[in-house]
């Protein structure tokens, strides 16, 4: 089977100096992969490498069996999330906007929503088990939650690979819907 997500040889540097080394890394269809250790080893300039976020200095990421350099962004964008553990979100956006803006990737920026994405944000709350916080400003909310609300936007997106770059510190780890168990997309 060919993998939906790799990392061939990949080198990646960060202020000049090299954080990833010759990474070989391979995600298929179904795996899930987590990636735990202390901070500052490159768990999060993985993430970004894998994403197409960061520049590779050496070696390839691949995404379908392609080069990630060959594909356009959005592209890129409609097939892997990114959830990164800092929420740079304004205060006052709403959890339903927040989970929203997961489907820009489908639609643009100034496309009306369709009901295609009406149902992808109502569903990724429900899987997130948020539903009750939608209409809630993301500054009223713990860490936890806001944790989950960005989870909830990287799963409206419906890519076919999932990042989370989350931090496991907070109550978002422990509740079953931040388990291993969110089903996969139909």
Same mark, same amino acid.
Not at 66 to 91: F, H, N, T
């Given at each position: ?26 995600? =298929? ?33 691949? *995404? ?58 109502? =569903?990724?709350?429900? *899987?997130?088990?948020?539903? =009750?916080?939608?209409?809630? =400003? ?9 944790? *989950? ?38």
């Amino acid at each position: 089977m060919r993998a939906l997500l790799e990392a061939l040889a990949l080198r990646v540097d960060r202020g000049g100096r090299p954080v990833l080394r010759d990474l070989d890394l391979a995600l =298929h269809p179904g795996e899930a992969l987590a990636l735990v250790g202390p901070n500052a080893v490159g768990k999060s300039t993985l993430l970004r490498a894998l994403a197409g976020l960061l520049p590779a200095v050496g070696g390839e990421v691949r *995404l379908e069996g392609r080069a990630l350099a060959g594909w356009r962004r959005a592209a890129v964008a409609r097939r892997i999330a990114l959830v990164a553990a800092e929420d740079e979100s304004p205060d006052r956006l709403a959890v339903r906007e927040r989970v929203a803006l997961g489907r820009f990737p489908h639609r643009g920026p100034i496309a009306r929503f369709t009901v295609q994405d009406e149902a992808a944000v109502l =569903h990724a709350l429900r *899987l997130t088990e948020i539903e =009750h916080l939608a209409d809630r =400003h993301l500054g009223t909310l713990s860490a936890g939650e806001r944790q *989950l609300a960005a989870v909830a936007r990287g799963l409206a997106q419906e890519p076919s690979v999932l990042l989370l770059g989350i931090n496991c510190t907070s109550s978002a780890c422990s509740t079953r819907s931040a388990s291993a168990e969110w089903p996969c997309w139909p």
